[in-house]
């Protein structure tokens, strides 16, 4: 856990880098894994992979997850985690009552001991001292009545019962999205375009940064999504940035991940195996590929290399590369 989140201030990335040093942050939070390289910032806590999975699955209203070494943190993510104090003082509140016949997941346990678990210690809040439970709105009073309304808040006060099981989904890996560039994209500006492009998967939304002026951009950023069981296309759609009206869209496509969650699942740990093709996706009149896709395995990782053009607009190309990440690697 020595690589430090890409933005931030020098100060942010210092504080953070001391939270890493302790003791109780070498380890998951929920279930013990040595070298987590997630934490949910609102939480506080850091966590493994697997557990991470779950964390996600409660949706971002319960605990935003980042990548330690993924993602772009702001300050304002560095000092939520910093506030709490990192896993010995977050499991201090979110796990001081546990009861007889309740035990923690141990590194591997399945998918529904850890959904169990951190069901009950977060979104549920089963483990608490009944004075910190929170039902809605915000408390006030003692520290820990404060410390605990600014981080639990965040899904008490904006969901029902239903709604959080509508949001309960299982994921089955994390697909790693490389936002690589874009060419000929089209103008919406007076001469030129200020273009950045959104993955949608489910109610996973992100987006890369605005590149100024550009038609040809560069944006060679990472996105992270969760892919659950039951998952379908991704969306891609490039906007123009408007400061003062609606963002003009730039064109879309669909990317399919059917080939690349296939193959990568067929082939298992794909450390075992030598650099070789396991997968393609073909180009057809029905999706958006410029040229046939092929899955591969590249030093011990599946990849897959995707040049899209844009439909629904009159010119426009992007280049990404997709990376498929096991819940077990």
């Known amino acids: 856990m020595s690589r430090l989140p890409k933005q931030g201030s020098t100060s942010s990335k210092r504080r953070l880098k001391g ?3 302790q003791d109780d942050n070498h380890f998951c939070a929920d279930c013990g894994a040595p070298g987590p390289k997630w934490a949910s910032t609102n939480i506080g806590v850091f966590i493994c992979l697997k557990c991470c999975g779950v964390h996600r699955s409660l949706g971002a209203h319960v605990s935003k997850v980042l990548s330690v070494t993924l993602d772009e ?16 003082s977050a499991n201090s509140i979110y796990e001081a009552f546990i009861p007889d016949g309740v035990s923690k997941p141990h590194p591997d346990a399945n998918h529904d001991e850890r959904m169990k678990f951190i069901r009950s210690k977060y979104e549920l809040q089963e483990f608490l001292k009944p004075s ?12 820990g009545s ?7 808040d965040n899904f008490r006060s904006s969901s029902t019962s239903h709604e959080l099981e509508e949001d309960m989904v299982e994921y089955i890996g994390l697909l790693k999205v490389s936002v690589k ?8 500006d007076m001469m030129s375009s200020d273009p950045y492009v959104v993955l949608t998967l489910g109610k996973q939304k992100l987006q890369t940064t605005v590149v100024q002026s550009n038609l040809n951009p560069v944006w060679n950023e990472e996105l992270m999504v969760s892919v659950p069981e039951n998952f379908g296309a991704v969306k891609l759609q490039v906007f123009d940035y408007d ?7 730039m064109g879309e496509a669909e990317i399919d991940i059917q080939p690349l969650v296939t193959s990568a699942m067929a082939f298992g740990n794909p450390e075992m195996f030598g650099n070789m093709q396991i997968g393609k996706w073909l180009k057809s009149d029905d999706n958006a590929l410029i040229n046939d896709s ?5 030093d011990g990782k599946v990849k897959q290399e995707v040049c899209l053009k844009l439909q629904n607009v ?11 990440i096991a819940l077990n690697q």
């Open 314 to 324: 009159e010119s426009g190309e992007i280049e990404l590369e997709l990376e498929w």
């Open 294 to 298: 092929t899955v591969n395995i590249i």
């Open 181 to 188: 560039s874009g060419t000929n994209l089209a103008v919406r």
């Open 73 to 88: 943190w702001s300050d304002a993510d560095v000092e939520a985690l910093v506030e709490v104090g990192g896993n010995s």
């Open 146 to 152: 404060s410390f605990s309304g600014s981080i639990l």
């Open 19 to 21: 939270l890493l040093a």
């Open 132 to 143: 910190l439970r929170i039902t809605s709105g915000k408390t006030s009073g003692s520290r």
């Open 243 to 249: 400061t003062f009206s609606a963002d003009d869209i």
